[in-house]
T-cell receptor
């Protein structure tokens, strides 16, 4: 059974800092790894998808890496902005497109 | 903009009642999944429909059921509501062209009193 853990649970940083969010998973037989952003009370916005054959993906100030052998993924956010404040969730996809989520990291970027 | 819509936005029901939640997408993707997200938790997989048939189910009792229609819109039905069913219910479509990337709707907030 896949289990996904995210550390830290909450993080507060000043504007402009670079930061790393961590995600670990127990079953290396994942199909892909997806990072999401969730604003309070809202749905999930897909940020990056890393396929199992890839090691990283980049979109703007975001970079996500995947190391299946160690069961880890990281989301790097460069030059953080107050608008980045949200909860970030990672999820691994097994068969039948089922996503297994972590509990998320709540990020606050302060002025 | 994901193109995935859900209705209603909010819903308040009484314990023991039944509820139907709806999901549709602009492009009519043939795979739709439903998730339950309790406050402060990550979403939990309920089930998935592919071409109108259930294609995988999470650890939820039979009173959670679903349908997918020929136009690929979907419904989630919950019978005999319990207080613990209070949550945000999310549907997601899978874009087969992107190796299973999933796009979520805005969710339905269900409160059971």
């Amino acid at each position: 059974k896949q289990e996904v853990t995210q550390i830290p649970a909450a993080l507060s940083v000043p504007e402009g800092e670079n930061l790393v969010l961590n995600c670990s998973f127990t079953d290396s037989a994942i199909y892909n790894l997806q990072w999401f952003r969730q604003d309070p009370g809202k749905g999930l916005t897909s940020l990056l998808l890393i396929q199992s054959s890839q090691r990283e993906q980049t979109s703007g100030r975001l970079n996500a890496s995947l190391d299946k052998s160690s069961g880890r993924s990281t989301l790097y956010i460069a030059a953080s902005q107050p608008g980045d404040s949200a909860t970030y969730l990672c999820a691994g996809t097994g068969t039948a497109s089922k996503l297994t989520f972590g509990t998320g990291t709540r990020l606050q970027v302060t002025l | 903009e994901t193109g995935v819509t859900q209705s209603p936005t909010h819903l308040i029901k009484t314990r023991g009642q039944q509820v139907t939640l709806r999901c549709s997408s602009q492009s009519g993707h043939n795979t739709v999944s439903w998730y339950q997200q309790a406050l402060g938790q990550g979403p939990q997989f309920i089930f998935q429909y592919y071409r109108e048939e259930e294609n995988g189910r999470g650890n939820f009792p039979p009173r959670f059921s679903g349908l997918q229609f020929p136009n690929y819109s979907s419904e989630l039905n919950v019978n005999a509501l319990e207080l613990d069913d209070s949550a945000l219910y999310l549907c997601a479509i899978t874009t087969t062209g992107r190796m299973g990337e999933q796009y979520f709707g805005p969710g339905t907030r269900l409160t059971v009193t």
